[in-house]
């Protein structure tokens, strides 16, 4: 075979011996890697200032070498190991600059947050954590990150926290602190709202980091849910108004009882199913009054009963709702008579002999447009029409042109205040002049306030005021108007009323949710602020209501 040597061991030796001769001794000092692990050891071992001289060393003979930023980077530990803390921001300065992948990168603004830390420039240190990317940490780099970042929080003032706006890997332990602080300072209502923030965007974060646990004292909270802003928070601001005024009252007789927590669930806002499974997941959410009506109501209801978390609306009608199951509830008020009322009147007193109906597809609105019809031809008056609309309806044209040229000389609806004042000004623009009578649910501010001219004259019950005989609404109607300097409304009491049955379960012990509900479910006959009441679709008739009149802008008093 060509090209083919063979060579003898002998020789082999010679020449090995022969090369190494030629090439002189090496050692580690020599090299990039030699040195970085000289240094690496130097500091395992604590022998700082030879790690600093090894690094300082490897920088200075091969500054275009690829471990040129983890040198500086070393260096900069070493520098501050011995409290040279200019010096080590600097070298950790360079570090970052020469960085050419993404965990150098990360590695080194953790180590300048460090240093930042330890300066006491707590701002600066947030700020460069929060422009650093976590997940090109190791592991126990993030777990180091992570406890700058909390510890770092802490030191800062609650302007900071509040102000500067908090997005990447840091938003949740912001979201944390603030949490924490709220709880401390007994801001008990932005503690569960921030709570439920995380609970949103991390819902793993309370498992791992806790919740606070001074956010409430052991008592918990009720959370009321209502939409405060945007359609329907008018109505809601009533509601809000009678449950605040029964915890307020109540602060004042237990020595231990439960603060009430609000939460928007308006379009605008935070959604009815992520609120309530927020409140069904904090144990401290021990019952939930709300939502207003019956549409929100059905949303919330079946989360209710999969949290075993009672619910009780105040002024939802639907008896859709009582179907749900044990832990969901509405306020009845006692019924049954005031559309009888305001029948007789109609036609004993107002001289209407011909009554026309419009209701809404409502089993409430359905049941006082039957009694005022059947009340009117018991009298010997008649009903010339009867028509109905679709909950949410604005447009009234179909209803109105359908009794318009049917001459009726008085017409009842059976509606609430804010549907009132949208059908008043419809009927006087399709030059319907009659006589308008309504229902309790008229007795509402918003009817002065944007019914005006087009409800002057008009007649309706109300069913509860400061006139009343009954010792629980006047006691009610004497708090609420020396709280708020008004007279209040039938949602306000109903709010009220709500309010006062989960309080009474206090009496005695803190409850909670198994038996609290189970109060509930024993609970027969409530007398408050509204009159008799019950929770479920038992109602109880009332003799007579009180009926009142527009006149010139203002409620009068007929009867």
């Excluded at 409290?83 to 990168?105: M, V, W």
């Excluded at 928007?264 to 709300?290: H, K, R």
């Excluded at 006062?500 to 949710?513: F, M, Q």
Aim: hydrophobic share 40%; glycine share 8%.
């Amino acid at each position: 075979m060509k090209n083919c040597y063979y060579f003898s061991p002998i020789v082999v030796l010679i020449l090995l011996l022969s090369f190494t001769q030629g090439c002189g001794p090496v050692t580690d000092d020599d090299s990039p890697e030699g040195l970085t692990a000289l240094a690496e050891n130097a500091y395992g071992s604590g022998n700082v200032p030879e790690a600093l001289r090894y690094y300082s060393r490897a920088i200075e003979e091969f500054p275009e070498n690829p471990l040129y930023s983890s040198w500086q980077l070393g260096k900069g530990k070493a520098l501050f190991a011995i409290g040279r803390l200019e010096e080590a921001a600097e070298a950790a300065s360079h570090a970052l600059n020469s960085a050419t992948d993404s965990h150098g990168k990360a590695s080194s603004m953790l180590f300048i947050s460090q240093v930042e830390i330890e300066r006491g420039s707590f701002r600066n240190a947030i700020e460069t954590l929060s422009a650093m990317q976590q997940d090109n940490l190791d592991r126990d780099e993030s777990e180091f990150a992570i406890e700058m970042i909390r510890s770092t929080l802490e030191k800062v003032d609650m302007d900071y926290l509040t102000t500067e706006p908090a997005t990447g890997w840091v938003e949740v332990f912001f979201l944390l602190e603030l949490e924490k602080r709220y709880a401390i300072e007994g801001n008990n209502e932005k503690a569960v709202l921030t709570g439920m923030q995380i609970d949103r965007l991390f819902p793993d974060a309370h498992d791992r980091y806790g919740r606070p646990e001074i956010i409430t004292g052991e008592e918990g909270f009720v959370a009321l849910v209502l939409p405060l802003t945007g359609e329907g928070s008018s109505y809601a601001e009533r509601v809000q108004s009678g449950v605040i005024l029964a915890f307020d009252r109540a602060s004042g007789l237990f020595s231990s009882g439960p603060e009430i927590v609000s939460f928007d669930c308006s379009d605008e806002s935070t959604g009815v199913e992520e609120i309530m499974n927020s409140l069904g997941s904090n144990p401290l959410c021990l019952a939930v009054i709300g939502p207003l009506t019956s549409r929100k109501a059905e949303i919330a209801a079946p989360l209710a009963q999969r949290w075993s978390l009672p619910m009780i609306t105040p002024a939802a009608t639907s008896s859709d709702l009582d179907k749900y199951g044990d832990y969901v509830h509405r306020l009845v008020v006692s019924q049954g008579d005031d559309a009888a009322a305001v029948a007789e009147y109609a036609v004993r007193k107002a001289g209407c002999s011909r009554l026309a109906i419009i209701h809404e597809f409502t089993s409430e609105s359905v049941a006082n447009a039957d009694q005022f019809s059947s009340v009117v031809l018991e009298l010997g008056g008649e009903i010339v029409g009867m028509e109905g609309y679709e909950s949410g309806a604005t447009d009234f044209k179909d209803q109105i042109n359908a009794i318009k040229y049917l001459h009726p000389d008085g017409i009842f609806l059976p509606v609430d205040a804010w549907d009132a004042i949208q059908l008043a000004p419809q009927l006087r623009f399709y030059r319907v002049e009659s006589q308008l009578f309504g229902s309790s649910g008229w007795d509402d501010d918003i009817l002065l306030e944007q019914g005006g001219e087009y409800v002057e004259g008009s007649v309706f019950p109300v069913s509860f005021g400061s006139g009343s005989m009954n010792p629980a609404t006047a006691r009610f109607s004497y708090f609420y108007e020396r709280e708020y300097d008004t007279m209040p409304t039938m949602l306000a009491a109903q709010g009220y009323d709500t309010a006062k049955i989960v309080l009474n379960a206090w009496e005695g012990s803190v409850p909670s949710r198994s038996s609290l509900e189970n109060y509930l479910d024993n609970l027969n006959i409530y007398f408050g602020a509204t009159g008799m009441c019950t929770l479920g679709s038992v109602s109880i008739p009332r003799s007579a209501f009180p009926l009142v009149k527009v006149i010139d802008g203002e409620i009068v008093s007929i009867e």
